[in-house]
């Protein structure tokens, strides 16, 4: 077996997205194992991922009774005999899982998990056909049917997916134990898709969707500086768009640099993103960087909901194309719409999707280190992500819509709530497991200037400055329901360096101080405020961000929220369930804009939050039985209501549940 030529791996730097050599990425990753959540919120959410939400995902994984997941690569490597079972990116969901272990590893040393690992990677290893190529239900169905099987034959089959998540789940495999194992796979697996892609035709390159590889294609590049896998991201994109059946669904109908929009599967959609911004922080070509931006603008102020959400329609038309041939109108389907197109009860917001926006806003924060990403990075984990998991870890949401209610007319795909697994689809479980366990990564970045505090929850840093120097912080605070943070510089580097310290968009009336004195710097919302001196052990700086609970309303143009309100405090937003309005219909509760909330702490699923109290209105009335319209009712005043964080709803049986609230201006 020939492994590629790859004698220097930069294993120095052990972040989850190593920038640190990126030529045109301004910030750069801490390692995986250097932040610790102490105690508060982010704790909390790291202990149920430790304890429930990962061992519990891979016992499902592992059981061939439920997912089979496990048991086909045992097959693939020949260790048993039988037949594949589940979706054919099963493999990749894996992978993702196994990813977790790997995260939760580099924070807790435990050594269980890494003995867990090592067992699981040589039945990985060996399911490896010799030329590289790693797929369970093509390598299985060789050897059942040799005639059937054939590599890339499906596009539908998701081999590069599930040979992407391979490659990322590899290179922190390898950062975090410093073992080869699984990299070499990797890199046998890169291999093939170099040479593949060398002669495939523009038509069999699109059999890959859902791009998780245009990031894992990059970040192989990134571990083993092979110039090669640079050139096959760069190949991937510019291979788009150049067929003649391209699709809106798959953004493979015009080439990428001319993609002005975000359009088709979320999921897609977002990985692709996520994958060309890392391309860019290689290269600098400015005509991905264009598209990038149009993209982001068009995304964060038409498309995604309040809570980060992406992708609002089930199925759909393509609102992109320009034909008004109906053959040439093409179907999309969990998919962004047409702009302003933000439906609640019907919102599909794939877990997936919302992950892929973390991911994409996170590689353009790496790039620029500009605030408005980490707001996405900040909404985007607090709300559309962990509303994809149950409170105790254990249930799942493929779906994410923003009302539910029980009188809603027909069935949708995903009407399940929260389950345990996924049979059919089983791609967010992992995906939210993974991101959960891999959240402290996204506190801190490093740059030439110093350091960058972009997340706030009590936790200790403990890392090493390009220079070699150690920097050792604590953060000491109750975020997300408290805005007062202190930070307690321990260990600092010998020359000056600047921390920026980030305000929220959010945030009106920041105030800061060091050591006790009160700073003179404009505190603007939606930036970073830079303390650039000679910093000494024991120095302490104290952030205060007033987080009072706001009434949002949406631009007009969201014909689903005309005259109703949202209510987020501070990056969290709140919803409205029916275990809190018991004989009430929640969709007739009507919000005074002088409503005034009172936060109380709250014990759900064992697990400690903050709800809002306050009095509202109520619109009592008949019920709305074969009737479509009326005549308004009387309000009737004064109704207590407890609104609690959108992330927690569904966690107390299956009840109605509304982010968007009638407003009495
Ligand atoms: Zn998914």
């Known amino acids: 077996m020939v492994i590629s030529a790859v004698t220097v791996l930069s294993a120095q730097n052990k972040s989850l997205v190593n920038t640190s050599q990126s030529p045109y990425a301004k910030l750069a990753g801490v390692g995986m194992g250097d932040v610790h959540w102490t105690n508060g919120f982010w704790a909390e959410r790291f202990e149920v991922c430790r304890n429930s939400m990962s061992p519990k995902l891979l016992k499902t994984y592992m ?16 260790l048993d005999t039988g037949h594949h079972v589940g979706p054919p990116f099963h493999d990749g969901d894996f992978y993702k899982a196994f990813e977790s272990l790997v995260s939760l590893y580099a924070v807790t040393g435990d050594k269980k998990l890494d003995q867990l690992m090592d067992e699981i990677i040589p039945v990985i290893v060996k399911a490896q056909r010799a030329d590289g190529y790693i797929h369970t239900p093509t390598t299985i169905a060789e050897r059942n049917n040799p005639e059937k099987a054939k590599a890339f034959a499906d596009r539908l089959n998701f ?10 789940a590899a290179c922190l495999h390898y950062r975090v134990t410093g073992k080869r194992t699984l990299l070499d796979a990797a890199i046998k697996a890169t291999d093939y898709l170099y040479a593949f892609y060398k002669k495939a035709s523009p038509e069999l390159a699109r059999n890959a969707i859902c791009p998780s590889h245009y990031m894992g294609v990059v970040e192989m590049y990134r571990t083993t500086r092979d110039p090669k896998y640079l050139e096959l991201a760069k190949s991937l994109i510019d291979i788009r768009g150049m067929m003649k059946d391209g699709t809106d669904d798959n953004q493979d109908r015009v080439p990428f640099r001319q993609q002005t929009k975000a359009m088709g599967h979320a999921v897609r959609a977002n990985y692709l993103y996520a994958g060309v911004a890392d391309v860019y922080a290689e290269t600098g070509d400015t005509s991905l960087l264009r598209p990038l931006n149009l993209i982001w603008n068009n995304l964060v102020n038409t498309k995604m909901y309040i809570t980060g959400g992406c992708g609002a329609l089930y199925d759909g038309v393509s609102p992109n194309g320009t034909s008004y041939q109906p053959n040439d109108v093409q179907k999309i389907h969990q998919a962004y719409g047409r702009d302003y197109q933000l439906p609640n009860m019907t919102a599909y917001n794939e877990t997936c999707a919302n992950i892929g926006n973390l991911l994409f806003n996170w590689r353009m924060l790496q790039l620029t280190g500009e605030a408005k990403y980490a707001d996405l990075v900040e909404l985007v984990l607090y709300n559309s992500i962990l509303s994809g998991v149950s409170l105790d870890g254990v249930d799942f949401c493929y779906t994410n819509p923003l009302s539910q209610s029980s009188k809603f007319p027909y069935k949708m795909r995903w009407m399940g709530g929260r389950i345990p697994y996924i049979a059919l689809s089983n791609c967010c479980p992992p995906n939210t497991t993974r991101t959960v366990s891999e959240v402290q990564n996204y506190a801190y970045n490093l740059s030439k200037e110093g350091l960058w505090v972009h997340l706030y929850g009590s936790n200790e840093l403990n890392t090493t400055l390009e220079n070699g120097e150690k920097i050792q912080l604590s953060q000491t605070t109750d975020y997300p329901w408290n805005g007062a943070v202190t930070i307690n510089l321990k260990k600092i580097p010998k020359k000056s360096f600047a921390l920026f310290v980030r305000i929220p968009g959010w945030c009106k009336g920041a105030s800061l101080s060091v050591n006790g004195k009160e700073e003179q710097t404009n505190l603007a919302s939606g930036t970073y405020v ?23 309303e949406a631009n ?4 689903e929220t005309r005259n109703q309100v949202a209510v987020k405090r501070g990056p969290v937003v709140y919803c409205l369930e029916g275990s809190d309005l018991a004989n009430e219909n929640i969709f007739e509760v009507v919000i005074p804009s002088n409503i005034h909330f009172t936060v109380k702490p709250i014990e759900i699923s064992g697990s400690h939050l903050m709800c809002l109290e306050g009095n509202a209105a109520i619109e009592k009335a008949p019920n709305w039985d074969n009737m479509l319209y009326r005549e308004i009712s009387p309000l009737k005043e004064n109704v207590s209501i407890r609104l609690i964080p959108y992330f927690a709803w569904g966690n107390r049986g299956h009840v109605d549940m509304t982010v968007w609230m009638n407003l009495k201006r």
Do not use: Q, S
């Open 530 to 552: 830079k303390l650039a001196r000679e910093w000494k052990a024991g120095d302490k700086v104290e952030l205060n961000l007033p987080m009072e609970a706001k009434l949002i």
């Open 63 to 78: 059981d061939e009774h439920v997912a089979h997941a496990f048991k086909n690569f045992e097959i693939a490597a020949k």
């Open 159 to 168: 081999e590069t997916y599930n040979m992407g998540h391979l490659m990322t």
């Open 556 to 559: 007009p143009l969201v014909e």
